[in-house]
């Protein structure tokens, strides 16, 4: 098990920017695919994003081309998330999680930080 910590939600208008961030303390994290995944109220988890452990390939859902950004620098153990133009349909719990392949699938990931809570007002 890898210890995540996700960062950087809270309550912004439609239109605007949040950047939410992963951190491990861990060796594992900067060898592990890391995947954002998002959980709306009613709804199952989903993938946002992933990016593989040496950050060559990503990977988005379709809601997120065009408008967020995975990256990650593996010196500090962390991953970030830039997401801008944020829809009232983007409010989620997101998660950070790790994996050894790039997938979409949640049951591929092994590892979950708690969560942080993103809300986008109209």
């Known amino acids: 098990q890898v210890q995540l910590v996700e960062s950087g939600g809270g309550l912004v208008q439609a239109g605007g920017s949040l950047r939410l961030t992963c951190v491990s303390p861990?060796?594992?994290?900067?060898?592990?695919?890391i995947g954002w995944f998002r959980q709306a109220s009613g709804k199952e988890r989903a993938i946002v994003a992933a990016?593989?452990?040496?950050?060559?390939?990503?990977d988005y859902a379709d809601s997120a081309k065009g408008r967020f950004t995975v990256s990650r620098v593996n010196a500090k153990n962390r991953a970030y998330l830039q997401m801008n133009s944020l829809k009232v349909g983007d409010t989620a719990v997101y998660y950070c999680?790790?994996?050894?392949?790039?997938?979409?699938?949640?049951?591929?990931?092994?590892?979950w930080g708690q969560g942080t809570q993103v809300t986008v007002s109209s």
């Open positions: 861990g060796r594992v994290f900067r060898s592990s695919t």
């Open positions: 999680a790790t994996s050894q392949r790039l997938l979409r699938v949640p049951g591929e990931y092994d590892s």
């Open positions: 990016i593989s452990w040496s950050g060559s390939s990503t």
